[in-house]
DNA sequence: CTATTTTTGACACTTAATGTCAACAATATA
DNA sequence: TATATTGTTGACATTAAGTGTCAAAAATAG
């Protein structure tokens, strides 16, 4: 499997397009260095920049987003012995919600 | 399923071992206002909070523990549409770590 | 060597989280 | 009803975390 950080992954995007950081990091109106911290795990990435980084480079938004979504949840269970456990419990409410969505 | 929130239970669990917020928090070593906030869900629990209280009430840390970690989980995700499939690339992850923790 | 790109760290600013307290409301009990 | 106990609320201060800005330094390319 991939261990591939988004981070990582945005950076190897950034240079397939052989896209400086400067370029970028003016499209989406914020500076080179958090950009530059962002690719490298020194900042969090934000929802709405991983969006537009989709935009810009033309790629599938909803792949980038699971990665951000499910580096969040990485984040919050760390390393815990339970974490397993509380992803399933956390499917099933998802779950749960979703069939009860339009109720 | 249950709905029910981890500080519900834990309010619930307090019910019956008839203990006053006071008592508690003061075994906690935190102002019962937290507490009582805690309970309905205005304040967020830390971990520690959760062990202490699974240690008060002399019930099974492991089962609070898990809600505690799912309820942190769901708070990233939120209603987002790729919540689960964030989660289940989360599970892979974990998987993942443990198959290679002794590496 | 020079220009461009990237990294690093210091700093200020903003927002979120946490703790403390006292007044108030609700509940139980004499 | 009066009193005591328990629980709730909101204001306030403090602390920690996240964010943005900038300039100097390092790395890389031409």
New interface residues.
């Given amino acids: 499997?991939s261990?591939e950080t988004l981070g990582e992954k945005l950076r190897q995007i950034r240079e397939q397009n052989e896209l400086p950081l400067r370029k970028v990091s003016a499209l989406l109106d914020i500076d080179v260095a958090i950009l530059s911290k962002m690719e490298r795990g020194e900042r969090k990435l934000s929802k709405e920049v991983v969006l537009k980084l989709a935009d810009i480079y033309k790629c599938n938004p909803?792949e980038l987003?699971?990665?951000?979504?499910?580096e969040?949840?990485?984040?919050?269970?760390q390393?815990?012995d339970?974490?397993?456990?509380?992803?399933?419990?956390?499917?099933?409410?998802?779950?749960?919600?979703?069939a009860n969505k339009t109720k």
């Fill in positions: 499997m261990t909803e987003l699971v990665l951000f979504l499910s969040k949840i990485m984040y919050e269970i390393d815990e339970l974490g397993e456990r509380a992803l399933k419990v956390a499917e099933k409410k998802v779950k749960y919600l979703k």
